[in-house]
């Protein structure tokens, strides 16, 4: 495996490659992280992970400076999943001057995680913009546990008409349930196992919305009320369209649940798709 810090080598290196795929990351890899590799693996000769902390799309106050850095650690792990190339830039190589030029999403960047994250989307779709221009994939990989991330580039990828397959991949989580997530780490020992509620209260809508319940707002408040009467400050629970994260109609059949909630300092994210077809 190739380990590579810039755009020169990765060029020449990817140079006589015809079917390339792209993991993004931003390293302090988990097995969910493994499993984009393990989904990316067989659809292409050519597998290149990127590890990139991407200080655009955090916001002020964020956790950008303590966000885990591991890279040999996440080399390591890659080089077992039979990963051909890791792509680790530095700073001055992806934004070698201010970044002027940017990509603005469509309106879903200020809803639900945008609402509480402004200009997170336009920091993550120009970051993954320029790594799609650095490696130039055929094919890029993207975790559903990131729901609204995921719709954001499919939408960029498909609007801008960019000759890349998007692929989704479904969310890994422990044993409990927790999604796997990098910031699971900041989590201490009571926190973790307080955690699962947030899959709780998502599986507990789906399943009221699998029974039938079309009440959604009485769903999302129950559900908010519960989680912040256990010590959480809930960003939002809703019930949205799985196509466009817009509010559904009743008889909507391809739902997703999102929410975001903080516990401690730790901010979570996660979602449960329900299909009532
Ligand atoms: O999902 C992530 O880890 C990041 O948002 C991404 C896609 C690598 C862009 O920085």
Known sequence: MDVIHSVTELRARLYDERQVALVPTMG???DGHINLIQLAKPRAACLVASI???RLQFGPGEDFARYPRTLAADCARLAQAGCNVVFAPDEEEVYPEPQEYTVDPSSIQNILEGA???GHFRGVATVVLKLFNMVQPQ????GKKDYQQYLVLREMVKQLAMPIEI????????PDGLALSSRN???NHMERVEAIALYHHISQIRQALQRGQRDFAALESEAVNALDARGWQTDYIAI?????????DAHARALVVVAAARLGTTRLIDNLEVDLS
């Open 116 to 118: 509480f994250r402004p």
């Open 28 to 30: 302090n890899l988990h």
């Open 240 to 248: 949205r369209r799985q196509s466009d994260l817009l509010e559904p």
């Open 185 to 187: 780490r900041y989590l």
């Open 167 to 174: 692929i989704p991949a479904e969310t890994v989580r422990a």
């Open 139 to 142: 094919i890029a990989i993207f």
């Open 52 to 54: 990139f902390v991407n």
